[in-house]
């Protein structure tokens, strides 16, 4: 079989170039652990435990389980300044290998990375995004695409990452609509090195959702997907049916636990058929990428 490893999943040591996305309130310390034994990265947000105590005890559960990398999700501009230093001290002292962080300026956060031999990854929706990233020294560019699950940006997985590359020197993640190993060849077709997919992921055994919401992935055509600043004020994409009809905008700490009863997702449901083991799901992206591969025009 063809090597699918790319200079970045190398440089990290996985075995497969994939990322398991952070998503907030459902990504858990058991898909991590799930993850490393699958050979790829693992992740969740360091608020999904609700202190840093609590984050503190994740770290030493999965230290205790896997010497495999894996990332946190650290939200710098949206989390009380307290919370994310008390954070941003465990990644340091637990050496966590990589940090992904979103919102706000990762200037510092790169700077305490690389002395904790860490590497950091940021989320970008445009040009001006990446070119901030980049001056910042990150190591790693997230292109969250239109149609992904989360927090989204508005540019087609077509011309984003195309697009980043001509204005930036620094290795692309890509985000958003990747469920099946032939969107993750299409990703790097465009340029990107790690394909970052959360949806997908979302509907698999060890994911902390409930089964109602992982029946509702199975269930979703694209069409059941809306993409709107309703929510939380900033855009992002959701399942319809679970939207309010009465909906203001709350930009407040209490508006982050609307997502518990208003349940994301990315339009890459369109090929989300069952929920199964995170090890399956990753063997079968992996057969796909080289069913995929054998399969092009010409070939
Ligand atoms: C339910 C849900 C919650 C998410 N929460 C976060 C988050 O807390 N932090 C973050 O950086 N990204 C978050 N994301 C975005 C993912 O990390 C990732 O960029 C996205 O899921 C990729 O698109 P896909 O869902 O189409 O695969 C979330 C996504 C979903 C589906």
Same mark, same amino acid.
């Given at each position: ?18 990322? #398991? ?27 999904? !435990?609700?202190? %840093?105590? !609590? ?7 999965? *230290?205790?389980?896997?010497? *495999? ?10 989390? =009380?300044?307290?919370?994310?230093? #008390? +954070? ?22 790169? #700077? ?10 940021? +989320? ?27 927090? #989204? ?70 069409? +059941?997907?809306?993409?709107? =600043?309703?929510? /939380? ?30 349940? /994301?997702?990315?339009?890459?449901? %369109? ?29």
């Amino acid at each position: 079989m063809p090597d699918l490893s790319t200079p970045l999943s190398r440089r990290l040591g996985l075995r497969h170039p994939i990322v #398991a996305a952070p998503m907030f309130l459902v990504s858990n310390r058991e898909m991590i652990v799930a993850c490393a034994e699958a050979g790829i990265l693992g992740s969740m947000p360091s608020l999904n !435990a609700r202190t %840093a105590e !609590a984050f503190e005890a994740d770290l030493q559960w999965i *230290r205790a389980r896997t010497d *495999r990398p894996f990332g946190i999700n650290v939200t710098l501009g949206l989390t =009380a300044p307290e919370r994310t230093e #008390a +954070d941003l001290t465990l990644l340091e002292r637990y050496e966590v290998p990589v940090w992904l962080t979103s919102y706000g300026n990762p200037t510092a956060a790169v #700077a305490r990375a690389h002395a904790a031999k860490a590497l950091v990854f940021h +989320d970008v929706v445009n040009k001006r995004h990446a070119l901030k990233a980049a001056g910042a020294g990150v190591d790693g560019l997230i292109g969250v695409a239109a149609g992904a699950g989360g927090h #989204a940006g508005a540019v087609s997985p077509y011309v984003l990452y195309p697009w980043l590359a001509q204005h930036v020197d620094v290795p692309l993640l890509a985000a958003g609509c990747i469920s099946t190993g032939k969107q993750i060849l299409a990703s790097f077709a465009l340029g990107a090195q790690l394909a970052y997919v959360g949806t997908r992921f979302l509907a698999s055994t060890e994911c902390g959702a409930v089964p109602a919401y992982k029946q509702a992935v199975v269930d979703a055509d694209p069409e +059941d997907v809306v993409y709107t =600043a309703a929510v /939380s004020g900033i855009p992002a994409n959701f399942l319809r049916a679970t939207i309010p009809d009465d909906m203001t905008p709350d930009r407040t700490p209490e508006g982050a636990r609307r997502w518990k009863d208003i349940w /994301s997702a990315g339009q890459g449901v %369109a090929e989300i058929h069952e929920v199964k083991p995170i090890g399956q799901i990753v063997e079968d992206l992996v057969r796909e990428v080289h069913d995929a591969l054998a399969a092009l025009p010409g070939r």
